[in-house]
């Protein structure tokens, strides 16, 4: 039997009274679904607390503690004060800044955990070192020493643009292992401080929203767990540093995958959360696209009038047209987007000749240069068209989509068109469907 380690945060082993680790954990998982966090507590979890080996939580335990014992500090908790393990990157036991314990963690041994927070712990030199990693080019330097600047905080900006802009252009597949590296290396950048506070401030959103860009990467190829765990580091983060805009935006993506995940309840409250936060702010669009999120939770529900008035919210909304105010990564929310969520909100209701006009308006609206976005819409037009009768038009979709697979790589797409194509089978005989069956079987599938 493995002997019990020793305690050395007599605090929290206080705070912890008759109950087991394993008792502790759930009712620490119970108090982050309160405040709305996502954390994978468990008793293993607790006894490295209890032992010492985590000095200091990361920012989501960090609100959840605080939440579960008010007016207490990390201090009271029995922690090290969050500076006080900030930019050593060789302290052992320190949680990683903002990363999510839901995102699955090697138990082999302690060195492995070492390694992760070494790996996160390093700090790039300058911003040509820091654009190279964003990019996947080469190991990441050694840590430096000095405050971070503009010039990191600028580059850090720079890697959410370009993870964006290739996304957009060719899809998640080939990108999201890569797009790990500058992730890791800007809450690397937050950890180690910066000199200015509007650094500090721009830092912590470019980190929220590098969070949320892969994340999306994940979610859109499939990897929802990773994709859940990135999106509430991103939502830490944003209530660490009291960012309205950042939380909005993690929110709607977390409603996008509970949405995608078949979770169409919590799709409603997060959706409703991110538009809480949105009113803060002065974006009749964002708030536009947050109640289509929540359109689309409850057409998961099945609620067909509640998903009624909620899309006549968001079309109003729509309608005020564009301010000032409207995020950066807004910019994909165009009129095409709004016909493709109405679309996926009348497939979910199985009205399919409805959701198939939409998803046909959203494809003739859509800039071409967007390969990503216009096979998205195709591949939906695709699917409804079949469902709702027409299997000659869903196969001459399909072909459309399938043009543009040699530009795109996401799995969400490919697995659309998968599903298109076993519901053609039966209808083998209506014209064009062979040819497409054929060719379809044919097209590499993403691994």
């Known amino acids: 039997m493995a002997m019990s380690r020793e305690v050395r945060n007599p605090a929290f082993r206080q705070l912890r009274g008759q109950r087991s680790p394993g008792e502790f954990a759930a009712a620490i998982r119970r108090a982050a679904r309160e405040i709305g966090e996502q954390v994978a507590c468990d008793a293993r979890y607790i006894g490295r607390v209890e032992a010492g080996e985590i000095r200091c939580p990361n920012y989501a335990y960090e609100r959840v503690f605080l939440h579960m014992f008010p007016g207490s500090t990390l201090k009271d908790l029995g922690f090290s004060d969050r500076g006080a393990v900030r930019g050593r990157g060789m302290c052992p036991g320190a949680e990683p800044p903002g990363q999510s314990e839901s995102r699955p963690q090697p138990h082999t041994s302690q060195n492995n955990e070492e390694s992760d927070v070494l790996r996160r712990a390093f700090m790039a030199g300058g911003s040509a070192a820091l654009a190279a990693v964003s990019l996947g080019f080469g190991p990441a330097p050694v840590p430096s020493r000095r405050r971070v600047g503009e010039a990191e905080v600028n580059a850090v900006e720079a890697a959410v643009r370009q993870i964006r802009l290739l996304d957009d252009r060719h899809g998640a597949a080939g990108l999201y292992r890569r797009a790990a590296q500058p992730l890791e290396a800007a809450y690397a950048l937050l950890d180690a401080g910066t000199a200015r506070r509007s650094a500090a401030d721009r830092l912590h959103a470019g980190a929220g929203e590098l969070a949320i860009s892969v994340g999306w990467l994940a979610h859109d190829s499939g990897r929802f ?45 997060a959706a409703q959360a991110g538009e809480r936060a949105a009113k803060q702010l002065s974006s ?164």
């Not at 209530?239 to 979770?263: I, M, Q």
Request: charge should be negative; glycine fraction near 6%; aromatic fraction near 6%.
């Open 225 to 269: 767990d990773d994709a859940r765990s990135h999106y509430a580091e991103a939502l830490a983060t944003a209530r660490v540093s009291g960012d309205p805009a950042l939380e909005a935006h993690a929110f709607c993506n977390t409603a996008f995958l509970a949405r995608d995940a078949g979770r169409p309840r919590e799709a409603v409250r």
């Open 284 to 447: 009749p669009r964002l708030l536009s696209l947050l109640t289509l999120r929540e359109a689309g939770g409850w057409a998961g529900l099945g609620d067909r009038t509640a998903c009624s008035e909620t899309l006549v919210r968001a079309k109003s909304l729509f309608g005020q047209g564009t301010s000032d105010a409207d995020p950066e990564w807004m910019s994909f929310f165009v009129e095409a987007e709004l016909e493709m969520l109405e679309a996926q909100c009348w497939s979910a209701l199985s009205d399919w000749p409805r959701a198939a006009q939409h998803a046909e308006r959203a494809a003739e609206l859509q800039d071409p240069h967007f390969a990503r976005n216009l096979a998205l819409y195709r591949a939906q037009l695709a699917d409804d068209l079949v469902r709702a009768g027409a299997p000659d038009r869903a196969a001459a979709a399909g072909h459309q989509v399938l043009d543009l697979l040699d530009q795109v790589q996401s799995s969400r797409i490919q697995a659309m068109l998968a599903g298109t194509a076993r519901r053609l089978l039966p209808e083998r005989r209506a014209a064009g469907v062979p040819a497409f069956l054929e060719r379809h079987a044919s097209t590499p599938r993403l691994v």
